[in-house]
Every structure is written in structure tokens, then in C-alpha cells.
């Protein structure tokens, strides 16, 4: 499925960093995919931090804004 914007929401937002977290009828692997939320890169920020939940799971990821692109990727 396509990013969702109804399905994305600010659990907390403090100095500058947001906890997001997105629920979604797709998998894991589609919402992780690079560029899945390129679409709101404006109110993402790089050290971000979102809770993800799939159909098939649930996770938590990074997030990393670099030219205009969102990735999702391991917490460091």
C-alpha cells in the first residue's frame, strides 16, 4: 500500500525530536522501504524515531532525511 498520511501520528515532540508512529495494513517490508514517507520529509528530521506497526509485526527504526529521500533504518 501507499503512505498514508491518517495513519501517521506525533506521540511526542521535544527539543527538536519527534516519536512518530505509523500503523498500516502492509507489511514490514513495505513500510521500511526507502522513500516510503518521502511524502511528509518536511516534518521528519534526521535522529527522528518511529514505532512501526505492520501486518506482519511490529518495529521500532531510526529515520535519516537526505536529499528529500526518508529512510527508516536500524536504531544506532
Given at each position: 500500500m501507499a503512505f498514508q498520511n491518517k495513519n501517521l501520528s506525533v506521540i511526542a515532540y521535544a527539543n527538536g525530536f519527534t516519536l512518530w508512529h505509523y500503523k498500516e495494513?502492509?507489511?514490514?517490508?513495505?513500510?521500511?522501504?526507502?522513500?516510503?514517507?518521502?511524502?511528509?520529509?518536511?516534518?521528519?528530521?534526521t535522529g527522528d524515531i518511529i514505532l512501526i506497526n505492520g501486518s506482519n509485526g511490529a518495529t521500532i527504526k531510526a529515520i535519516t532525511v537526505s536529499e528529500g529521500v526518508v529512510t527508516v533504518g536500524a536504531l544506532s
Open positions: 495494513s502492509a507489511t514490514l517490508a513495505t513500510i521500511t522501504a526507502s522513500g516510503y514517507f518521502s511524502s511528509v520529509k518536511t516534518l521528519m528530521n
